[in-house]
Nanobody, 123 residues
Framework: QVQLVESGGGLVQAGGSLRLSCAAS????????MGWFRQAPGKERDLVAV????????YYADSVKGRFTISRDNAKNTVYLQMNSLKPEDTAVYYC????????????????WGQGTQVTVSS
């Protein structure tokens, strides 16, 4: 069992930055791949970024590549999403998720989800 709690969302102007954090509790955090997803109203939840259990392999959606950075600190049981050069189209609820990857990047193999944090980017 893993419990995930996101924080760091808020309102920011286009071009600004935010860093999201996902704090995990429970066992075996370091054994899981961690993903960040986002969902805008009326739209499907989309995969944004993934980091492997070791932190050595990452994946980014084309829409955020070069602007977002996913990282993890297993000693702190925390995964981060640094978001730079934010655009209005980045506006969404952002969720972190944990799972054992059966493919790469893992898209559906997530067993645990956070409650989400709202990111709003104004123009």
């Amino acid at each position: 069992q893993v419990q995930l709690v996101e924080s760091g969302g808020g309102l920011v102007q286009a071009g600004g930055s935010l860093r999201l954090s996902c704090a995990a509790s429970g066992r075996s955090f370091s054994s899981y791949a961690m993903g960040w997803f986002r969902q805008a109203p009326g739209k499907e939840r989309d995969l944004v970024a993934v980091i492997s259990w070791s932190g050595g392999v990452t994946y980014y959606a084309d829409s955020v590549k070069g602007r977002f950075t996913i990282s993890r600190d297993n000693a702190k049981n925390t995964v981060y999403l640094q978001m730079n050069s934010l655009k209005p189209e980045d506006t969404a609820v952002y969720y972190c998720a944990a799972g054992w990857a059966r493919s790469w990047p893992p898209r559906s193999e997530y067993d645990y989800w956070g409650q989400g944090t709202q990111v709003t980017v104004s123009s």
